[in-house]
């Protein structure tokens, strides 16, 4: 790594650990299997399918969620280039960016449900970092990679008075 790389690391916030997960699912299982085999016995049978089908989406729903903690998304920012780093389980891909050419944008959603994009971009191509962050954490994230790129233009800048 270059002696002037600067380095963020993105990961999303994932509070419960693979046993607390399990230990969280089968007690829902317990006391909804319960509550529903005590109301079964008092003739209410087709309450069973449904608790079997609500549990199994809400461990379908839990599985989906602790995935999550095996993505990361790595920002390093060198005197020439910035390169996007996206590991998942399954994946790894790499974005590379000439750094004075890259610039930092929030692309605002198309509906107020949706949240914005932050995008690194540069000659047509663009790379969305990010899209687990809240609205605030984006932003904050959207003004330190500003100033890091700044910081390559103010450099270069120097480096060509300079020399001229």
Request: proline share 4%; aromatic share 8%; with cysteine.
């Amino acid at each position: 790594m270059p002696a002037h790389a600067q380095t963020i690391t993105l990961t999303p916030n994932c509070s419960l650990t693979p046993r607390t997960a399990r230990w969280f699912f089968g007690s829902l299982c317990v006391v909804t299997f319960t509550l529903s085999g005590f109301v079964a016995l008092q003739g209410f049978w087709p309450v069973l399918p449904f608790a079997g089908l609500e549990m199994g989406l809400l461990g379908w729903a839990l599985h989906h969620s602790m995935q999550r903690r095996h993505h990361r998304q790595t920002i390093t920012v060198t005197d020439e280039s910035v390169e996007i780093e996206e590991v998942d389980r399954e994946r790894c891909d790499r974005v590379v960016f000439q750094r004075y050419w890259a610039q930092v944008k929030i692309r605002a959603a198309e509906s107020p449900l949706h949240p914005s994009q932050l995008t690194i971009e540069s000659h047509g191509r663009r790379c969305e970092i990010g899209n687990f962050l809240n609205e605030q954490e984006r932003r904050g994230l959207a003004r330190r990679l500003r100033a890091l790129l700044a910081d390559a233009q103010f450099n270069s800048q120097q480096v060509s008075s300079q020399q001229g």
